[in-house]
């Protein structure tokens, strides 16, 4: 869509899949390894593994200073309905990234139903609402690309840490 639309962030940003979260995270540990040094050049690393139900917006494990930055990105998602920015970012999809100082974010939904389908056979896509999905995407790609393009950048911090 950006590619579409003309846009070109400052940053480059990556999408990437992996699996094996619930059995040792090897795909996060992986992707750490794949990137080694570069991880310095990680402005933050976004994670959604709540479903794909309708989104409220994201939290966020970052500084103070950040989670001001975050909230004003978040007005640009309130049409969509997901303009909420709390802290408690990251996950242990993510989790090797954030133990090398990117801060996390995590995007969160309504879960309804997640725990309903949840790792069982009833984990279908046909329990996947179309609308749902493109605010899901519409509130990625909006973050994503922000993050990508500011001048500036955002720091982890304890503000979005959760348990604090």
Same mark, same amino acid.
């Given at each position: 869509m950006m590619h579409k639309l003309g846009l070109q962030p400052r940053r480059t940003i990556r999408v990437a899949f992996w699996v094996n979260e619930e059995n040792g995270s090897r795909g996060g540990e992986a992707y750490r390894a794949f990137v080694g040094g570069q991880i310095e050049d990680h402005v933050a690393a976004i994670e959604m593994d709540g479903g794909a =139900?309708?989104?409220?917006? *994201?939290?966020a494990g970052v500084d103070q200073n950040s989670m001001e930055m975050l909230r004003q990105i978040g007005t640009l998602l309130e049409r969509v309905g997901a303009g909420e920015i709390a802290g408690g970012g990251g996950g242990s999809d993510i989790a090797p990234l954030l133990r090398d100082g990117v801060p996390g974010l995590s =995007?969160? +939904?309504?879960? +309804?139903?997640? *725990?309903?389908? #949840? #790792?069982?056979e009833a984990d279908t896509l046909d329990k996947v609402s179309p609308e749902d999905f493109r605010k899901n995407m519409a509130a990625l790609a909006v973050m994503g690309y922000v993050l990508a393009d500011m001048p500036g950048r955002i720091a982890a911090g304890g503000v979005g840490r959760r348990g604090q």
């Open positions: =139900e309708a989104p409220l917006g *994201f939290g =995007e969160l +939904t309504v879960g +309804t139903h997640y *725990f309903d389908w #949840h #790792h069982s």
